[in-house]
């Protein structure tokens, strides 16, 4: 009987803790191949298909995005980059490897000839949401853009991005980090330094 309400006592002490410290989903880099438009008012446009959207990025030297729902094709988001003599580059999208979790995260690298940072956004189902921009790159030979090196986790309601160990550098003050050391929270709009 003692045994029994140790074991008894253990396991809602797991469960517990299981829901005080929740588990935490990963979001992966996944690859998504553009359709280049030939025709249409998305002529020359890059379209990156999601599943309830599609974002389309001007083809070359673009400082455009709009994001469009799949099945109406209303416009649901446009993005213009307005920091001068830069443009956007090519998107990377992170998704979970979990079936019931819609969120995506778009990172959007914005540079002129080196990365000057990047663009943050989630889009979950139809609902777009500009986190912000995150004035960070690589301290390598050509300021590589940080979705190279970056890694999203969820850990309860916070979507917290890390880096893997490479320098960052922190191109508003110069400030050269290891970028293991350097965590933020993606919020739906805004970016904030993560302290554990």
């Excluded at 074991?7 to 299981?18: E, R, S």
């Excluded at 819609?102 to 663009?119: H, R």
């Excluded at 970028?179 to 919020?187: A, D, K, M």
């Amino acid at each position: 009987m003692k045994k029994t309400i140790i074991l008894t006592l253990c396991i809602a002490l797991l469960l517990g803790l299981n829901s005080v410290y929740p588990q935490a989903t990963k979001y992966s880099d996944i690859y998504l191949e553009p359709d280049t438009l030939k025709s249409g008012s998305f002529m020359d446009y890059e379209a990156y298909y999601l599943e309830s959207v599609v974002l389309y990025k001007k083809v070359g030297r673009a400082n455009t995005i709009q994001i469009m729902d799949k099945s109406t094709d209303v416009e649901l988001h446009s993005f213009t980059n307005d920091i001068p003599e830069t443009h956007l580059k090519k998107p990377r999208f992170f998704r979970s490897s979990d079936e019931d979790n819609s969120l995506t995260i778009v990172m959007l690298n914005v540079s002129e000839i080196y990365s000057l940072g990047v663009q943050i956004f989630l889009i979950e189902d139809s609902k777009i949401y500009h986190s912000g921009f995150l004035e960070y790159a690589a301290d390598n030979f050509n300021f590589s853009s940080l979705a190279l090196y970056s890694e999203f986790e969820q850990i309860g309601d916070k979507i917290i991005l890390s880096f893997d160990e490479v320098d960052l550098i922190d191109l508003s003050t110069e400030e050269i980090v290891n970028g293991s050391y350097l965590q933020f929270e993606i919020l739906r709009d805004n970016i904030r330094r993560y302290i554990r």
